[in-house]
Each structure stands twice: as structure tokens, then as C-alpha cells.
């Protein structure tokens, strides 16, 4: 294992899994009781699909809502479509799961944010070391307190 585990990555993967398990039980069974969800996403990922005033009208990122008026809800392991009212002009979308930045279901509090972090130097994934008088200015230095597990286990 070269680069270590990407918790990030992973963790991710799991929070999308997420959302696809969420929507899929409501293609099945309907929003139960006050559910409903906004879904903020990147309009120009390369995977969206959208119509073009629609992404004219939102050239950065999107918030759709998912509560009484959605049509045709298709989930798939990389995203799902739904058709939306826009007025009264219906429209349908395919937002990959990728492109979600938020997902939020108010009605329990609940919220998923999806940050990006560009990579500062990818070709050195090394951390910086600390100069030969340990930590650098403005840097503090962390020990580390080993706790032994024998304390805790039962006799």
C-alpha cells in the first residue's frame, strides 16, 4: 500500500452510498411523513445533465427540492434522475452523485456536506518534517500519551 488510506475518499464514497440508499427507499415507498430533501450540486460537472437554460440560469451550482412535486425518481450506483417542475415546465434531471456538494433533509435536522480539497502538491504526498529543533514557528509540538489496555480489561 503505497499512499496510505484515503479516509476522505472513503468516507465520501460511503456518505453518496448513502444518499443512494435514501433515495432508492423512496422510489419504492414514497417520502414518509415530512421528508423531503435539498440537493445543492455542481451544474458544470461533466456528468450533469441538465437544460441548457438551466444551466445558463445556474452556471455555478444548483439547489433542487425533493418534497411534493417530483416525477420519475430512476437511482443508479452513480446517480439518479428525477423530473422537476420549473413553473410549469417539467425538466428532467441527472445529477451523479459526484457532483452533490449538500444534502439536506430539514425535516430531521439532518445534513451531508460534501467538500473538496484541492491537492496543494501531489507529486510529494510526504508531510513536511519538522527542522532538527523540533517543530517550526507558530507550530506546536503534540505527544503522544500511550494508555495501556491491561487498566481496562476485566479480571
Same mark, same amino acid.
Do not use: C
Given at each position: 500500500?503505497?499512499?496510505?488510506?484515503?479516509?476522505?475518499?472513503?468516507?465520501?464514497?460511503?456518505?453518496?452510498?448513502?444518499?443512494?440508499?435514501?433515495?432508492?427507499?423512496?422510489?419504492?415507498?414514497?417520502?414518509?411523513?415530512?421528508?423531503?430533501?435539498?440537493?445543492?450540486?455542481?451544474?458544470?460537472?461533466?456528468?450533469?445533465?441538465?437544460?441548457?437554460?438551466? !444551466?445558463?440560469?445556474?452556471?455555478?451550482?444548483?439547489?433542487?427540492?425533493?418534497?411534493?412535486?417530483?416525477?420519475?425518481?430512476?437511482?443508479?450506483?452513480?446517480?439518479?434522475?428525477?423530473?422537476? !417542475?420549473?413553473?410549469?415546465?417539467?425538466?428532467?434531471?441527472?445529477?451523479?452523485?459526484?457532483?452533490?456538494?449538500?444534502?439536506?433533509?430539514?425535516?430531521?435536522?439532518?445534513?451531508?456536506?460534501?467538500?473538496?480539497?484541492?491537492?496543494?502538491?501531489?507529486?510529494?504526498?510526504?508531510?513536511?518534517?519538522?527542522?532538527?529543533?523540533?517543530?517550526?514557528?507558530?507550530?506546536?509540538?503534540?505527544?503522544?500519551?500511550?494508555?495501556?489496555?491491561?487498566?481496562?480489561?476485566?479480571?
Amino acid at each position: 500500500m503505497s499512499g496510505g488510506i484515503d479516509y476522505g475518499n472513503l468516507m465520501h464514497r460511503a456518505m453518496r452510498g448513502l444518499i443512494q440508499n435514501v433515495l432508492e427507499d423512496v422510489r419504492e415507498r414514497g417520502l414518509p411523513g415530512e421528508h423531503h430533501f435539498f440537493i445543492t450540486f455542481d451544474t458544470q460537472h461533466p456528468d450533469v445533465e441538465i437544460a441548457d437554460w438551466l !444551466s445558463d440560469r445556474y452556471p455555478g451550482e444548483m439547489t433542487v427540492v425533493l418534497q411534493h412535486r417530483f416525477d420519475n425518481l430512476e437511482v443508479t450506483d452513480d446517480g439518479f434522475a428525477v423530473t422537476l !417542475s420549473f413553473g410549469e415546465a417539467p425538466e428532467r434531471l441527472y445529477i451523479p452523485y459526484d457532483s452533490i456538494k449538500t444534502f439536506v433533509d430539514p425535516s430531521v435536522e439532518f445534513g451531508l456536506r460534501f467538500e473538496t480539497h484541492e491537492d496543494e502538491d501531489e507529486d510529494d504526498p510526504t508531510p513536511p518534517e519538522d527542522g532538527p529543533d523540533g517543530p517550526g514557528e507558530g507550530e506546536t509540538q503534540h505527544d503522544a500519551e500511550v494508555v495501556r489496555l491491561d487498566a481496562f480489561r476485566k479480571q
